[in-house]
């Protein structure tokens, strides 16, 4: 059975879909969105993120790391990252939760029981278990084997995806999934690319396969001003192509990941010049050029 690489799994998540849901979180993507707010399943590899504000100093990832990654001095804790071999084992014993690994290894029939484990919720809300990322397409195998545990076991599946992925990696995941959760950052390719670091004809692309084969889609913008909030005109004239769409959401800008970026030693590349948070006003106007081309807004 395939292996899987995840970052961790949530449940009673109300906006991965429709009803109360579980969404199980896959690493690594293909997109480098400058506004990431998760750069925890940015990489393929294995990470450990080291929260030195929660830190208490107790030393026990000391005895426990084999490759004397961690160290306590007067100085306090300090993490050697180019030591660390990422294996998890600090993460075990860190009395406060300084200490988080991101790519633990697993196989779908060992993740199955955790996302079977509120199933009578989802029964009586409608909902069901959502694959998101980091970039579920990227694990195609691991995920299609993981969609069709839960279509065996009757479960609403959802995938939340970026959709930059091949037509054969798509294919796998489609005859398991009940609705697609697509990612619309920007419709101009060279502004995708300087956005994402990639084109964006092959998501169009996909967007438009799935909806030639009816599976509902539910869209989501990431509203974020001086970067792509001058393209929502543009998205709401595609958008308004889409036959399977069950709607559209838009997702104000902002900018709360910033002790994840430093608890993994990576740099946030949008200062608030750069990117200032969207007023409530400017994400009600974005809303409204959606309705006026007649998508239906979720919210």
């Known amino acids: 059975m395939t292996l899987g690489r995840i970052v961790n799994v949530k449940r009673f998540e109300i906006h991965d879909g429709d009803g109360l849901r579980t969404t199980l979180f896959v690493k690594g993507c293909p997109l480098k969105c400058k506004w990431c707010h998760n750069p925890e399943s940015i990489s393929t590899s294995s990470e450990l993120g080291y929260y030195e504000h929660k830190c208490i100093g107790c030393g026990k990832c000391v005895a426990e790391c084999p490759s004397g990654a961690h160290s306590i001095s007067d100085d306090g804790h300090k993490f050697d990252r180019e030591k660390c071999k990422a294996c998890g084992k600090c993460e075990s014993v860190c009395l406060a939760d300084a200490l988080i690994f991101y790519g633990q290894r697993v196989t779908p029939d060992e993740i199955l029981p955790k996302l079977l484990a509120d199933k009578e919720f989802y029964?009586?809300?409608?909902?069901?278990?959502t694959i998101s990322g980091g970039e579920p397409l990227l694990q195609a195998d691991f995920t299609s084997e993981v969609l069709k545990l839960l279509k065996e076991?009757?479960?609403?599946?959802?995938?939340?995806?970026?959709?930059?992925?091949?037509?054969?990696?798509?294919?796998?995941?489609?005859?398991?999934?009940?609705?697609?959760?697509?990612d619309v950052k920007a419709i101009d390719r060279d502004l995708h690319k300087e956005l994402t670091g990639q084109f964006n004809d092959i998501?169009?692309?996909?967007?438009?396969?799935?909806?030639?084969?009816?599976?509902?889609?539910?869209?989501?913008?990431?509203?974020?001003?001086?970067?792509?909030?001058?393209?929502?005109?543009?998205?709401?004239?595609f958008l308004s192509t889409i036959k399977s769409l069950k709607g559209a959401k838009v997702l104000p800008y902002h900018n709360l990941s910033g002790t994840k970026y430093n608890s993994l030693d990576m740099n946030y590349s949008l200062s608030e010049t750069d990117a200032p948070i969207p007023s409530k006003e400017d994400a009600e106007n974005a809303r409204a050029v959606l309705e006026s081309h007649g998508v239906k807004v979720l919210r």
Not at 123 to 129: A, C, I, P, W
Not at 161 to 180: G, H, N
Not at 214 to 232: H, L
């Open 123 to 129: 029964k009586n809300s409608g909902g069901g278990v």
């Open 153 to 182: 076991n009757e479960i609403n599946t959802a995938v939340d995806t970026c959709l930059f992925a091949s037509r054969e990696q798509l294919e796998k995941v489609i005859p398991y999934t009940d609705t697609f959760l697509v």
């Open 203 to 237: 998501i169009l692309d996909n967007i438009r396969y799935i909806d030639s084969l009816g599976i509902p889609m539910e869209v989501r913008i990431p509203f974020v001003p001086n970067q792509n909030a001058g393209e929502i005109e543009k998205i709401a004239t």
